[in-house]
């Protein structure tokens, strides 16, 4: 079973900036493809952001392209999003999901296409 514990969340104010972590369990060969994903209160969740741990392709929702970039470092085992030019509407909880395949095409990344999820950590922007 793939353990993934996010941190970084917080309270900021319009056009400010975090930097979310998320720390796995195992790397690479069971969790080929990587992603963050959002959920605010009556919404459904949506995938903001991937990549791939084995050449780093990335793929990002339209809405945060040029604010948010997901990184990565495999020596630690660790996937970063972050966010900068914050909004109001990013407010959500964020959470980091790992699939047992290589990424696909899928734009934005797909919920069902995620095998491991990790607890979630809120963010929060006020205007």
């Known amino acids: 079973q793939v353990q993934l514990v996010e941190s970084g969340g917080g309270s900021v104010q319009a056009g400010g900036s975090l930097r979310l972590s998320c720390a796995a369990s195992?790397?690479?060969?069971?969790?080929?493809?990587l992603a963050w994903f959002r959920q605010a209160p009556g919404i459904e969740r949506e995938g903001v952001a991937r990549?791939?741990?084995?050449?780093?392709?990335?793929t990002y929702h339209n809405s945060v392209k040029g604010r948010f970039t997901i990184s990565k470092d495999n020596a630690k085992k660790m996937v970063y999003l972050q966010m900068n030019s914050l909004k109001p509407e990013d407010t959500a909880m964020y959470y980091c999901?790992?699939?047992?395949?290589?990424?696909?095409?899928?734009?934005?990344?797909?919920?069902?296409?995620?095998?491991?999820w990790g607890q979630g950590t809120q963010v929060t922007v006020s205007s």
């Open positions: 999901a790992a699939s047992g395949a290589y990424c696909s095409r899928t734009l934005p990344p797909a919920v069902a296409e995620y095998k491991y």
């Open positions: 195992e790397y690479t060969d069971s969790t080929p493809c």
């Open positions: 990549i791939g741990l084995r050449y780093g392709t990335t």
